[in-house]
Nanobody, 115 residues
Framework: QVQLVESGGGFVQAGGSLRLSCVAS????????MYWYHQAPGSRRELVAT???????SYADSVKGRFTASRDSAKNTVYLQMDDLKTEDTGVYYCNAWVGGSKYWGQGTQVTVSS
């Protein structure tokens, strides 16, 4: 089993920045793809960023150029640096990983962007 714990959410004005963190209970960040999802109010979760096991990162078009995903495997942690935030970025952000054929989610962290 793996536990994922997100933190770093908060309330910010449009154009501001936040950095989210996701700490894993085991050292999986260098051996598994780690995913960041966004769930806007009333919507389903959507993938916004991936930190691949190789270290490569990929992004949804909606956040490309504004969000930067990274990892610190020594700390079992992945990050999501969110810059130039927009009101549509409001929602809950979840960390996700597949381990041993099972999908694991964190509890999520709320981000609210005001205009």
């Amino acid at each position: 089993q793996v536990q994922l714990v997100e933190s770093g959410g908060g309330f910010v004005q449009a154009g501001g920045s936040l950095r989210l963190s996701c700490v894993a209970s085991r050292n999986i960040t260098s051996t598994r793809n780690m995913y960041w999802y966004h769930q806007a109010p009333g919507s389903r979760r959507e993938l916004v960023a991936t930190v691949h096991a190789t270290g490569r990162t990929s992004y949804a078009d909606s956040v490309k150029g504004r969000f930067t995903a990274s990892r610190d495997s020594a700390k079992n942690t992945v990050y999501l640096q969110m810059d130039d935030l927009k009101t549509e970025d409001t929602g809950v952000y979840y960390c996700n990983a597949w381990v041993g054929g099972s999908k694991y989610w964190g509890q999520g962290t709320q981000v609210t962007v005001s205009s």
